[in-house]
């Protein structure tokens, strides 16, 4: 038996309405318990959940109850009897406890118990009876289903009467004695008739057939006599006498052998009378009668033979025939006794059974009248037992039914109300601890609320003393560029006369300048014109002597023609005076004559042309020669000209130099006014650009000051759409879906449903089908959403048995993290002792550790920062991080954040220079310096206790991975830093 420690002799009773309620599984573990439970164990909800039920054994319990509760409970039925507690301290308290097991079909998925105040008396017994069972002396009695029954024959009699069956049996016992009564009345009745007709047929029946038959065998006898006597006389009897003597012979041995037997059985003194009276008379007979009348039959004395039988033989046989009937007579005489007597023996019989069998049925009335009533007032009090279920009177007791057929029946109604107090308090309690959770949640949601408002003002408060620092510099400039501006709108006035000076010198000198920039064009003009000119004269000479050349040319072809054309025209002449009518091919020859004759005349006509066109390139030559002539007498004049204006222009060229110097030394004084207002602009910009960066920070902070509401408002309890928790568990499984087969492994895992990441195969988005995952088995599942971290599924219809395996391997997860989830809380001490440390030693203030504001590292891409830890995070905790990595692998990443989501220093892998133009490479490569505000991020900058989450992470490059974390808080001088973030990939 467990020892649960020391006892003491101080009992707690029970309030008189209170319900101590608790449930647990399969191996008596709590589940479950209501606040009345928990305030008399004087354990703390913590030390009972998840702790065995048996905590609370009372060592003067005896085995034998707990024996019987087992035996009872794991048999599927209800348990109830008097049960002594024990308390955290040593103290007991006595309950009547009411243990049923809350069934899944036909297997038994865990129990609940109903406990309330039971009588002193019930205490009172169940004492002197448990001390009996402790001290060994308990002879004769066992425990079954909570009560004290005696095991002897007695005892069981006792139960046997207490039953149905007992009183049923009772009843029919005593129906079957009076019917056994009566039977045996009837059948002794019928015995006694039937021996007097067995005597009437012994004594008289058959006595009265023998004697007929003995006067049937005399009268055949007699009878044979006289036909010896016809016979004689008719002459026959010689030839038939040994046959009449034959049959008289056999007649008289069978009438001797008949009557001895008839003398045989028992007879009246009366009888035996008239059967001596036979006998003489059957004796005298055959002496004296038939002998006589055969020897005279013998001897053919016919006369004498009828005067024998007349006066001798006949009065013989009648006197034999009188005593036979008298025998016969007296036969009957001797049956009408008989017959009186068992009528007189009938009525008698009769008469006692009819009273037996009013008796016995007023006697079956009266006791099914009590059986009626002993089965109808358990059934009432089970009536009244159902009323008070209905009523929901929690605390009524159903004592036993008194009907051993009835105990089953009590024992489910006992079940059934055990089942439905512990529905009731249990969702009352499940009611109140959801109101009181629901409280303290809105008390942790509004410390965290208040705590994130607090730092997000804090640091929007800090922006905004930047801003406004930020601000008073540019009034500061502004008043300065005032200043100056004042300073240069005296120069410009001053400036702005010698402008004007300058500016009437400049229109003279624009005009003059302007009257030789157009002189000089005419001049350019015209010496282009003449230049033209003179080409064209180039062109037109050099087109006169190519004409010339081909005038030569032409007219060499010309003669070279004329002589081809003496020639044909010669050879036709003589080849068709030759040829005869065969001449006629020397047509051909005719029209080449002829082509060459056409040929000619146009060889003609060109040279014509050609001259022409050389007498007129000749004229435009001249004429062109002209128009240079012309040309340049204008040049000359533009010369003079030019003079003119030039002489104009050193008068207003002397004006402007004057006026000029004047203005340099004012155009100094506003050049450095300017400088002054450059100066102020570009102070100006860089102000703004810090307001403006400022701006964006304080939009910043508001943006992730929103996404850490709703990060925090989804992780609260009321926030949190599911009904279990999910647990990070990595396991292979296998997916149906239809026509879809999938694998990959599991990322979250719940007794509702799972996340899992799909590595192979199509995934499907909609519909049912199964999961088959490693050492849990083949569960029935449906999609409920695809989003970028996996596939979300909701088991369905899960029997208790794959429950079961879930919860037993989600709970060797949890169990397996415990080492991890110690590592991170390790190492965020670790963490906070450096940070405090080094703001001992003055390397950085805590102002400086804690500030939120974060400035953007130019050219990076993902974007970098340098925070005002950022230094101190990468001397400091790079160390601590890379002794990690070179650890053999045990921790894949270990980094820390800070409470924005902000990682300065990472693992080395992690922590490479960033390659221009390339963000792929750098997000993967480049992980520090970097802030990570996305939903794991927050959850794990903000977390308050340490926490196990999972999710995907872009390496960059298209490569995604599946990473479970564990994240530890870290706290600095008793403030929340940030948190440790430990990292291992699951899935890739």
């Known amino acids: ?139 004769g009695l066992a425990i079954h289903e909570g009560r004290v029954i005696s095991t002897t024959w007695i005892g069981r009699l006792v139960r046997l009467r207490d039953s149905v069956v007992g009183r049923l049996g009772v009843v029919l016992l005593v129906l079957g004695v009076l019917g056994a009564g009566i039977g045996v009345v009837g059948i002794d009745g019928m015995r006694a008739i039937n021996q007097d007709l067995n005597l009437v047929f012994d004594r008289n029946v058959r006595a009265v057939i023998d004697l007929a038959t003995l006067v049937e065998l005399s009268d055949d006898v007699a009878r044979q006599v006289d036909l010896m006597e016809g016979e004689m006389l008719r002459g026959l009897l010689p030839t038939t006498l040994n046959d009449r003597l034959g049959t008289i012979e056999g007649r008289r041995k069978a009438f001797t052998i008949l009557w001895e037997n008839h003398l045989k059985g028992e007879h009246s003194e009366a009888e035996k009378e008239l059967q001596r009276r036979v006998t003489t008379t059957w004796e005298a007979l055959w002496k004296e009668g038939v002998p006589e009348a055969l020897e005279l039959a013998r001897g053919g004395d016919r006369e004498a033979l009828s005067r024998k039988l007349a006066t001798r033989t006949r009065p013989q046989f009648v006197a ?199 002189r000089v064009d005419s001049g350019a003009r015209l010496a282009e014109t003449a230049r033209a000119k003179g080409d064209e004269a180039l062109h037109r000479v050099e087109s006169l002597t190519e004409a010339t050349a081909r005038i030569d040319s032409v007219v060499g072809l010309i003669q070279g023609i004329a002589g081809q054309t003496r020639m044909l025209s010669l050879n036709a002449t003589i080849e068709a005076a030759r040829a005869g009518e065969a001449g006629k091919g020397f047509s051909v020859v005719a029209g080449e004559v002829k082509g060459l004759a056409g040929e000619t005349e146009h060889a003609i006509g060109t040279i014509s042309e050609q001259a022409e066109g050389i007498s007129r390139t000749t004229g435009e030559a001249a004429r062109t020669v002209q128009a240079v002539v012309e040309s340049i007498r204008a040049i000359d004049t533009i010369t003079a000209d030019v003079a003119r204006a030039a002489g104009e222009q050193r008068a207003a060229t002397a004006e402007i130099m004057s006026s000029a110097a004047q203005a340099a030394e004012h155009t100094g004084a506003v050049a450095e006014s300017v400088q002054g207002m450059r100066e102020g602009a570009e102070t100006t910009g860089a102000v703004s650009t810090r307001v403006r960066d400022l701006a964006s920070r304080v939009n910043r902070d508001i943006l992730a000051l929103r996404q850490r509401l709703y990060v925090i408002l989804r992780s609260s309890h009321g926030g949190n759409r599911r009904q279990y928790p999910r647990i990070p568990v990595a396991l292979r499984y296998k997916g149906t879906f239809g026509s879809n087969t999938f694998s990959g492994m599991t990322a979250d895992l719940s007794q509702g449903g799972a996340l899992v990441v799909v590595a192979q195969g199509s995934r499907p988005s909609t519909g049912r089908g199964s999961l088959d995952i490693e050492g849990v088995g083949e569960l029935a599942a449906e999609v409920v959403t ?90 400091e905790l790079g160390p601590l991080i890379a002794r990690l990595a070179g650890a053999g692998g045990s921790v894949p990443v270990c980094v820390a954040t800070d409470r924005n989501g902000y990682i300065a220093a990472h693992m080395p892998e992690h922590s490479k ?76």
């Open 320 to 518: 034999v025939h009188g005593a036979l009937h008298d025998l016969v007579n007296q036969q009957r005489t001797d049956a009408a006794a008989l017959r009186e007597r068992a009528e007189k023996e009938v009525s008698w019989r009769l008469l006692a059974s009819v009273g037996l069998l009013v008796g016995g049925g007023a006697l079956g009335l009266a006791l099914s009248a009590w059986f009626l009533v002993s089965l109808h007032r358990p059934l009432r009090r089970m009536e009244r037992h159902f009323d008070a279920i209905a009523a929901g009177n929690l605390g009524y007791v159903i004592p036993s039914p008194g009907l051993a057929e009835l105990d089953n029946l009590s024992s489910r109604l006992r079940a059934l109300k055990a089942r439905i107090g512990y529905y009731v308090l249990e969702r009352a309690e499940m009611a109140k601890r959801s109101e009181e959770e629901l409280r303290r949640e809105m008390m942790a949601l509004t410390n965290l609320l208040e705590g994130e408002v607090q730092e997000t003002v804090g640091d929007i408060s800090v922006q905004s003393s930047r801003l406004s620092e930020n601000a008073a510099n540019l009034a500061q400039v502004a008043e300065r560029l005032l200043h100056d501006a004042t300073q240069v709108t005296e120069s410009v006035r001053i400036t702005s006369a010698n402008v004007q000076t300058v500016a009437g010198a400049t229109e003279q000198l624009e005009a003059s300048s302007r009257e030789i920039s157009e």
């Open 786 to 875: 695809v989003s970028e971290n996996g596939l979300h599924l909701k088991f369905r219809a899960l029997d208790p048995e794959q429950i079961e395996r879930l919860k037993t391997r989600i709970e060797k997860a949890v169990a397996d993290d415990i080492p991890m989830v110690e590592h991170a809380v390790g190492f965020a001490k670790t963490v906070a002792e450096v940070f405090e440390h080094a703001i001992a030693e003055g390397r950085i203030t805590s102002e400086d550790l804690f500030d939120g504001s974060y400035t953007p590292i130019p050219g990076t891409n993902p974007v970098q920062y340098m925070a005002p830890h950022t230094a101190l995070a990468e001397a």
């Open 1 to 139: 038996m467990r020892d649960n420690g020391p006892i003491t002799d101080r009992e707690i009773e029970l309030g008189d309405d209170a319900i101590i309620v608790s449930g647990t599984d399969t191996r008596g573990i709590i589940t479950f318990a209501n606040e009345e439970f928990v305030t008399i164990s004087g354990y703390s909800p913590e030390e009972l959940f998840g702790a065995p039920h048996n905590i609370l054994r009372h060592p003067h319990m005896p085995r034998e109850a707990f024996a019987d509760l087992w035996a009872t409970v794991k048999a599927g039925r209800s348990w109830e009897g008097m049960v002594k507690n024990r308390t955290k301290n040593g103290d007991f308290y006595w309950v009547r406890a009411n243990v049923t097991p809350t069934m899944s079909g036909s297997e038994v998925t865990g129990y609940i118990s109903i406990r309330t105040k039971p009588e002193r008396a019930a205490v009172t017994e169940a004492e002197r009876i448990y001390a009996l069972f402790r001290e060994g002396r308990a002879r």
């Open 913 to 988: 220079p960033q390659r221009p133009d390339d963000p792929e490479w750098n997000q993967g490569n480049s992980r520090n310096r970097r802030l990570y505000n996305d939903r794991a991020g927050i959850l794990a900058a903000r977390c308050t206790k340490p926490m196990t989450q999972t999710y995907r992470r872009d390496m960059g490059g298209g490569t995604i991975v599946l990473m479970k974390e564990i994240d530890a808080p870290i706290m600095v001088l008793g403030r929340r830093w940030g948190a440790v973030r430990q990292a291992g990939e699951l899935l890739q």
